[in-house]
């Protein structure tokens, strides 16, 4: 039998959807933390419903990706940029190739915003094949020392304006629920 791809389809998440969402992104994570972060964030300011994506498999939503609204402080002025994350997979559908659907289905979708860049932390060995790069390459610092430099990544939605550089400043949410920094 072959490794076909999974009938998937990646779509904006409805707002009836977060507890289900949710409830995968913890059993994703195996964290209930994930939950308390999803909360925080989607009562804060950076969060658009319009960047909450799902990945949905025989009816079930089993995936989703989250792009929040974050700041670099520039030196000429603040620019908004996007954080992606988190981003979570169903347990038993890991190795499937959704996780990597999400990504390339939605980036393209962010193409026409205004923010210039997305950045994440993440693993420097899977990110990279999204476009991905280690943000000191660029000229970003990261928001904390508890970010490994290689996992500090960034990834421009079209060029790069000149002389974009300066640190990434996470939502409050992150701070307090204490999700900065691989764990």
Do not use: N
């Amino acid at each position: 039998m072959s490794q076909d791809k999974p009938p998937v389809t990646v779509r904006t998440m409805r707002a009836e959807e977060y507890p289900p969402m949710r409830a995968v992104s913890v059993e994703a994570f195996d964290d209930a933390d994930i939950g308390t972060l999803l909360d925080a964030l989607r009562e804060s300011w950076c969060w658009r419903d319009e960047l909450s994506f799902v990945a949905e498999l025989d009816g079930e939503i089993v995936g989703h990706v989250l792009y929040t609204s974050a700041i670099v402080d520039a030196p000429a002025a603040l620019v908004d940029v996007l954080v992606l994350s988190p981003i979570g997979v169903r347990r038993d559908l890991h190795g499937r190739g959704i996780g990597g659907r999400l990504i390339t289905e939605t980036l393209p979708l962010l193409r026409d915003r205004p923010e210039p860049v997305v950045f994440l932390e993440g693993s420097p060995a899977y990110y990279p094949r999204f476009g991905f790069r280690p943000g000191a390459e660029l000229g970003f610092v990261k928001p904390s020392d508890r970010i490994p430099d290689p996992a500090f990544q960034v990834r421009p939605l079209g060029d790069l304006p000149d002389g974009l550089s300066g640190r990434l400043v996470y939502p409050d949410a992150f701070w307090r629920t204490d999700s900065v920094g691989l764990r």
